[in-house]
């Protein structure tokens, strides 16, 4: 079993960049892909990243995402901050044992 | 446009039983596999339950196991959880989702919200 760890709240200014980090307990990020999708105040979650780095249509190129091997961890980058940025943010992966497994989630203040 | 619509939630006593609906249209519901994954208020995401495209194989998570059935009706477009045995901690808004390559979730609906309680 592997869980995904992110930290609970981050913050950053209009126009900056930020960076969420989402790290894979046990076994290896590489092992499966990573996602993640956004939920902002009220609304649906929706996917902003797919396949570690790929963005669906319609996500801006704001939004880039990465794995980091040595840290075992993904990453969520957001740039060029904007206040509709502000939401809660959550990465997710699959295993065969454990199926579909969520991180517990960012909230993301755009100050 | 895709899109999928959550029904049948509601307030209901513990230990009873409560079956959800998602009907879809705006694509080819026969060819993909759904989810169901849950939001208990105020907290993050759990996944909850998967069936494939032709319901041949069903997934379930730790916590629903045993008590859930997940089944798709593909000549109506639609999807069911039946929940059994429905416990406080099953409280949460239930949203249905169409799977991208049995990794994730491509499009979720807009939720249902079920209460468990006395």
């Known amino acids: 079993n592997f869980m995904l760890t992110q930290p609970h709240s981050v913050s950053e200014s209009p126009g900056k960049t930020v960076t969420i980090s989402c790290t894979r307990s046990?076994?290896?990020?590489?092992?499966?892909?990573v996602q993640w999708y956004q939920q902002r105040p009220g609304s649906v979650p929706t996917p902003v990243i797919y396949?570690?780095?790929?963005?669906p249509s319609g996500v801006p190129d704001r939004f880039s995402g990465s794995i980091d091997y040595s840290s075992n961890s993904a990453s969520l980058t957001i740039s060029r901050l904007k206040s509709e940025d502000e939401a809660d943010y959550y990465c997710?992966?699959?295993?065969?044992?454990?199926?579909?497994?969520f991180g517990g989630g960012t909230k993301l203040t755009v100050l | 446009q895709v899109q999928l619509v959550e029904s049948g939630g509601r307030v209901v006593q513990p230990g009873r039983s409560l079956r959800l609906s998602c009907a879809v249209s705006?694509?080819?519901?026969?060819?993909?596999?759904m989810h169901w994954i849950r939001q208990a208020p105020g907290k993050g995401l759990e996944w909850v339950a998967v069936?494939?495209?032709?319901?041949?194989?069903?997934y379930y998570g730790e916590s629903v196991k045993g008590r859930f059935t997940i089944s798709r009706d593909n000549s109506k477009n639609t999807l069911h959880l039946q929940m059994n045995s429905l416990r406080a901690e099953d409280t949460a808004v239930y949203y249905c989702?169409?799977?991208?390559?049995?990794?994730?979730?491509?499009?979720w609906g807009q939720g249902t919200l079920v209460t468990v309680s006395s």
């Open positions: 989702a169409k799977d991208r390559g049995l990794l994730w979730f491509e499009k």
């Open positions: 705006g694509f080819i519901f026969s060819n993909n596999g």
């Open positions: 069936i494939w495209h032709d319901g041949s194989k069903e």
């Open positions: 046990s076994g290896s990020i590489a092992t499966n892909y």
């Open positions: 396949e570690d780095s790929q963005r």
């Open positions: 997710q992966s699959y295993d065969s044992s454990n199926l579909w497994v």
